[in-house]
């Protein structure tokens, strides 16, 4: 029984390190690399108005998050 364990234990860590490897090198094949690819993606967000869209849109996020939160300290307050 310990055998068992013990070799399906061995096996599963055995496909995980095998399977953990195969994506590594396919994130980014580039010349240039992928760095770049995130400096132009932000200076174009920040160019076109999608960063200050997405800027807004967390503000948004943030506020509605504490309104909940103090409605919610509200209604356990008047139990």
Known sequence: MIGKMFFATILAT??????ASQNDAVACSKT?????????????MRRDGR???????????IEAFRAFQAKQKAYSAGK
């Not at 055995?14 to 399977?19: E, N």
């Open 14 to 19: 055995a496909t995980l390190l095998g399977s």
């Open 51 to 61: 960063a200050d869209k997405a800027m807004r849109a967390g503000q948004d996020n």
């Open 32 to 44: 240039g690399g992928c760095a770049m690819d995130v400096i132009h993606e932000d200076y174009n």
